[in-house]
């Protein structure tokens, strides 16, 4: 089981990008699946996340800007990010709640992609 991230790069302000992560393997069900970044020097912050029902959140820092969505019949969630700025340079995680069987019965793990670098630069 594993997220895989694509999709980042270097841009000029005020462009635009697409971000894809991809679930892949034996899982049940995924749950919440969303977009972390982090900038040098600073703190992993929550950027999207969207639910199993589509209902989607963002940080106030990118609301307006960026789109998260989800293709259910892929198990892939994508980030359209447009009039980027260079306060956006940051890696980029894909976070997802994955239900796997176990032994056990179904159960919920979190997991995370590799980054990808996305850099907004003139």
């Known amino acids: 089981v594993q997220l895989q991230a694509s999709g980042g790069g270097l841009v000029q302000p005020g462009g635009s990008l697409r971000l894809s992560c991809a679930a892949s393997?034996?899982?049940?069900?995924?749950?919440?699946l969303g977009w972390y970044r982090q900038a040098p020097g600073k703190q992993r912050e929550l950027v999207a996340f969207?639910?199993?029902?589509?209902?989607?959140n963002y940080a106030d820092s990118v609301k307006g800007r960026f789109t998260i969505s989800r293709d259910n019949v892929e198990n892939t969630i994508y980030l359209q990010m447009n009039s980027l700025k260079p306060e956006d340079t940051a890696v980029y995680y894909c976070?997802?709640?994955?239900?796997?069987?176990?032994?056990?019965?179904?159960?919920?793990?979190?997991?995370w992609g590799q980054g990808t670098l996305v850099t907004v630069s003139s």
């Open positions: 969207i639910t199993s029902e589509s209902n989607t």
């Open positions: 976070n997802g709640n994955l239900v796997l069987a176990t032994g056990w019965g179904p159960k919920e793990f979190a997991y």
């Open positions: 393997g034996s899982i049940l069900r995924i749950n919440v």
